[in-house]
């Protein structure tokens, strides 16, 4: 089992920066990934950007140049660095843990609000 605890989120003007924590803890081994998603009403669920295990990254088309992800050497925290944010980014953002078995982990959620 993981638990994942995310800390971060809150209300930002246009053009402004947040900073969103996971801290992962439990069964955390081998190759995983961690990431962020988000979820906008009436939206699906969506990639924002991920980590490998080994320091890969990958992010939405969307976000590419405004968001950075990062983790901890121990590898058990993940931070999302969001910069330049726009109305548009106003999301519940969820961490996610895939573990080597291909095990989906979820955090609770945090909100991004993003005021024009």
């Known amino acids: 089992q993981v638990q994942l605890v995310e800390s971060g989120g809150g209300l930002v003007q246009a053009g402004g920066s947040l900073r969103l924590s996971c801290a992962a803890s439990g069964s955390i081994f081998g190759s995983n990934v961690m990431g962020w998603y988000r979820q906008a009403p009436g939206k699906q669920r969506e990639l924002v950007a991920g980590?490998?295990?080994?320091?890969?990254?990958n992010y939405a088309d969307s976000v590419k140049g405004r968001f950075s992800i990062s983790r901890d050497n121990a590898k058990t925290t993940v931070l999302l660095q969001m910069n330049s944010l726009k109305p548009e980014d106003t999301a519940v953002y969820y961490c996610?843990?895939?573990?080597?078995?291909?095990?989906?982990?979820w955090g609770q959620g945090t909100q991004v609000t993003v005021s024009s």
């Open positions: 980590i490998t295990s080994g320091g890969s990254t």
């Open positions: 996610n843990y895939l573990d080597a078995y291909g095990l989906n982990y």
